[in-house]
């Protein structure tokens, strides 16, 4: 029978984002909301003044006439103008339609017709150029006010009209937003949320974040993103924290500690470039004798923690993808418990979570949240029900009902393990499954993860169909690069024997690929939230893992 662990009540949705925003608005007028750094300089918003903007947004958007429940687009990396435009759409009974900041030529240009977009808001970009051009110019633009975006009209000269004087209130049935996903395979696909689907999520979620009035977050993964859109921009209109953004990719670090956030989620790649920027100033030996140091250990962490700008966090998250468990070990030992949670842009990014924190659970993305039931089909497949449960993919309905069992699960693709206590472990994803030439199926997910556990390793990617043995694909991290050929060939080769040991024979690893060239966004092989485009690299590596090997480790 498959394995489930059936949800608990909790509170249904009463509250819109506007209704919260009005309620802020009267009782919390001259607080700070947002803020956002401009040149250096930090620009804050309070709560009257996101309002206010918010009602020119919505009035100008009245003027346009567009049809009730028109699309609109928001197409800009995290800023102030961001939340205040999506609170604009809301008044004006519009659906907004988030896309990446990084998004290429050919997604941009279909979400705009496949969504139909009346109009799109523009702010900072990866390829300002590029992407501006893929723009139809039969789509209406407005831009953001920030250097290097001239398309279509200011948002100065926007926003310049009467703000809206009443207070609109959607009906909770109604459609708030379509995220389109950044899959790693084929077209993105339109995913529907009412305001009642995906604010219980956002609302639910201030408990699990303990989340309040007095809290400062970071919003600086993608607001196109279902986690930053649900934990960080709704989640503060039911919360109140204050939000700050980073100015730019530079300015990350001094931002971070800027903010001096009380609750921070991030993504694997991220948590790993932390590790690695504090252990290329103390080597990991020196770092392990002092924190073995009673008294000394506690300095340490704490030193290292204010340097990351994370010693005022009590609650640290990561998602999106699995984190190797040495380094969730790693950063325990500093005093930073990183809970790791699970979700998608079907149901919300609310399904489980490790919170609180448990280290006898490390490896484990938690067990569900109040409200949730997640269950395992006999496949292994974790399926998932709750009111955060997507409407349907927008203009697809033969794909919306695949995507449900008869009983009103949603098929997430994920396979997992549950124990007793309901903690699940993710062990890979079905489409992921393949192959090898002696009829073998792998799942890559359980070995990549056995291979980050070296922390010379950056990215990995198993791989093998057709392949008589599977091969490991990877890129060394910084640090590594800059060590001897040799010792680096030694260290991985006993990494390779160490993880080939615990696998079954058709599992084995023949030989490690280190390519140099890093797996990024902008060249295509890594999607926005960062995951690996798994089809993508082995179209772009396909002669090299073809390729015959005598070496156990082959720098190509």
């Known amino acids: 029978m498959p394995l489930d662990f059936t949800a608990t009540e909790v509170s249904a949705v009463t509250e819109t984002p506007l209704s919260m925003l009005y309620k802020w608005e009267r009782e919390r007028a001259q607080e700070a909301f947002l803020h956002q750094p401009r040149d250096g300089e930090l620009q804050t918003y309070t709560w009257a003044n996101v309002a206010e903007q918010a009602r020119r947004v919505a009035a100008r958007l009245r003027q346009m006439e567009f049809e009730p429940g028109s699309r609109i687009a928001i197409f800009a990396k995290n800023c102030a103008e961001w939340f205040i435009t999506d609170l604009g759409i809301m008044m004006a009974g519009h659906i907004s339609v988030p896309i990446f900041g990084s998004a290429g030529e ?73 995220i389109y996903t950044s899959g790693s395979t084929g077209q993105p696909k339109g995913v529907v949320h009412t305001y009642k689907t995906i604010c219980w999520a956002a609302q639910n979620s201030l408990s699990s974040l303990t989340m309040n009035e007095k809290d400062r977050l970071l919003s600086y993964l993608p607001l196109a993103h279902i986690t930053e859109r649900v934990l960080v921009e709704l989640a503060s209109f039911y919360g109140g924290p204050q939000i700050f953004f980073v100015e730019s990719l530079d300015t990350f670090q001094r931002d971070v500690h800027t903010c001096q956030p009380t609750l921070f989620i991030s993504v694997p790649r991220l948590w790993t470039k932390f590790q690695m920027g504090v252990l290329a100033k103390m080597s990991q030996k020196k770092l392990s004798f002092l924190l073995s140091i009673p008294v000394i250990n506690n300095i340490i962490a704490r030193k290292i923690r204010q340097g990351l700008g994370l010693d005022k ?6 998602g999106s993808a699995p984190l190797a468990p040495p380094i969730i070990q790693w950063f325990h030992k500093i005093g930073i418990d990183i809970s790791e949670g699970w979700g998608m842009t079907e149901n919300s990014a609310y399904g489980s979570a490790s919170v609180p924190f448990r280290e006898d659970k490390i490896g484990c993305i938690g067990k569900a949240y109040e409200g949730v039931d997640i269950r395992l089909s006999k496949e292994g497949e974790i399926q998932v029900k ?53 009829g073998k199926y792998v799942t890559p997910s359980p070995i990549e993860a056995a291979l980050m556990e070296n922390s010379l390793i950056e990215q990995v990617c198993v791989t093998g169909t057709n392949l008589p043995q599977p091969v490991g694909l990877l890129v060394l991290s910084e640090p590594a690069k800059q060590h001897d050929k040799t010792e680096i060939s030694q260290k991985l080769e006993k990494t390779l024997n160490k993880v080939n040991s615990k696998l079954e024979s058709h599992q084995k690893l023949d030989h490690l690929l280190v390519v140099n060239e890093p797996w990024t966004i902008e060249n295509g092989l890594l999607t926005p939230t960062l995951k690996v485009k798994r089809h993508l690299l082995e179209a772009h590596y396909d002669e090299t893992i073809h390729a015959s090997y005598h070496e156990k480790i082959v720098f190509v």
Request: net charge negative.
């Open 386 to 438: 709750s009111p955060c449960n997507m409407v349907e993919y927008y203009l697809e309905p033969e794909k919306t009902v695949e995507t449900f069992t008869p009983d009103g699960f949603l098929k997430t693709g994920d396979k997992g393990q549950m124990d007793d206590e309901g903690y699940i472990r993710i062990t890979g994803r079905l489409k992921d499954i393949f192959k090898t030439a002696k």
């Open 106 to 178: 050919s997604t941009i240009q279909y979400v705009i017709k496949h969504a139909d977009v009346k109009l799109m808001f523009i702010g900072k970009l990866d390829n300002t150029k590029a992407q501006l051009a893929a723009i139809p110019e039969s789509c209406p633009t407005v831009c953001f006010p920030y250097p290097g975006i001239s398309k279509g009209q200011n948002w100065n000269d926007f926003i310049d009209c009467a703000p809206l004087a009443d207070n609109p209130e959607p009906s909770l049935d109604a459609v708030m937003t379509i």
């Open 313 to 318: 966090a009590r609650f640290w998250a990561s």
